[in-house]
């Protein structure tokens, strides 16, 4: 028997590595050591990750990058086949697929999630995005979709379907129409493997209250994280549904605040690849609906540091005590990004998850 997704386990605060497929990671920097995503470096991180116990990797879909002196995310890693060598190189972490919805056709992703299911024994998620920026699909001669979520209803229906189905399937709907479709092997986790969606705006979080086992959100403020919490819980139990709610913070870990603020300041405002910050933020604003709309005047180094979200900066001691905190305010689990991960990752999970431990967030 298949032991239960690591999202479904234990520990109260569930964290993860987030980005490490993508070119600076979250990170719009200049520095030397900025992340450069190579497959063994890749594959360095997911190891780490999954020794110390952390419960996921999960990738960015990125087609197109933001310039800047670096081309910052040009390169990246495809997410099914990124999951799928990391599943053959772990033993317990859970391995995210992320997906643009009007991209991946459905019948497609059913077959390549399942495999990911099975080569990771029942580890494989799949993050569920409808993408916002129009020269990534411009690059496939696809326009943004108006109603993005109503498609993403449609395309994740047709692959729980198709896992369910013992017959072929027939499907008329809006955006798709399937002629005897069929799909096997199904998934190994039943219904279908764990979904997440990253959502701020109302539109994304109706779809994750009805559709996910998870949403993702950013907060500007810790003091108004709640509040987050609180929406997207109110939306699932209108449609009878359970929902937990992730977050996303970029990580400067260091032996003395004095260190770690040096280091924020340095990567992120005195060498920030500022030509792709513009760039990123710009599309942002105009596109996404991802952040509180003051975060783009009041965060800029926030966008440099970790596209935007949290910062937690400082020394094991602090960024633990922040943790619990966003952990009172509702929320069940962390992805995380740094600068460096090979070189970042090992201190913080030998300093920074004994301290969660003690406060009862970990085993």
Not at 90 to 119: N, S
Request: a negative charge; one cysteine or more.
């Amino acid at each position: 028997m298949n032991k239960p997704h690591p999202l479904h386990g234990s520990n109260k605060l569930k964290l993860g590595v987030f980005s490490t497929n993508a070119d600076g990671g979250l990170a719009i920097t200049d520095v030397p050591e900025r992340w450069t995503a190579s497959w063994r470096d890749n594959l360095t991180a997911a190891q780490i990750a999954d020794r110390a116990g952390l419960e996921f990797m999960l990738p960015i879909a990125r087609w197109r990058g933001f310039g800047g002196r670096n081309k910052v995310r040009e390169w990246s890693f495809e997410t099914f086949t990124w999951a799928a060598a990391l599943a053959v190189a772990t033993e317990r972490i859970g391995l995210f697929m992320t997906v643009h919805v009007p991209l991946v056709h459905p019948l497609y992703a059913a077959k390549a999630l399942a495999t990911v299911d099975h080569i990771s024994q029942g580890r494989a998620g799949l993050n569920i995005v409808c993408g916002w920026n129009p020269k990534e699909f411009g690059m496939f001669g696809t326009p943004l979709v108006e109603k993005g979520y109503d498609q993403a209803a449609e395309w994740i229906e047709i692959l729980e379907k198709l896992y369910a189905s013992a017959e072929p399937l027939d499907y008329e709907g809006t955006y798709y129409r399937l002629k005897e479709a069929v799909s096997r092997p199904a998934s190994l986790q039943v219904p279908r493997p764990v979904t997440m969606n990253a959502a701020f705006g109302g539109p994304g979080r109706d779809f994750a209250a009805a559709r996910c086992d998870y949403l993702f959100t950013t907060f500007s403020e810790l003091s108004d994280a709640g509040k987050h919490v609180a929406d997207i819980r109110e939306r699932a139990e209108r449609v009878g549904r359970d929902v937990g709610v992730y977050t996303v913070a970029h990580v400067v870990c260091r032996p003395t605040m004095e260190e770690a603020q040096a280091y924020y300041t340095r990567y992120a405002l005195a060498m920030a690849d500022h030509d792709a910050v513009d760039a990123h933020m710009a599309g942002k604003k105009e596109f996404s609906q991802s952040h509180d709309p003051h975060a783009y005047d009041r965060y800029r180094q926030r966008f440099a540091g970790g596209a935007g979200t949290y910062p937690l900066i400082g020394t094991p001691e602090t960024i633990a005590a922040e943790m619990v905190a966003i952990a009172e305010q509702g929320y069940q689990g962390i992805a995380l990004s740094f600068v460096n991960y090979t070189q970042e990752l090992p201190y913080f999970c030998d300093h920074a998850l004994p301290l969660l431990r003690q406060a009862g967030l970990r085993e």
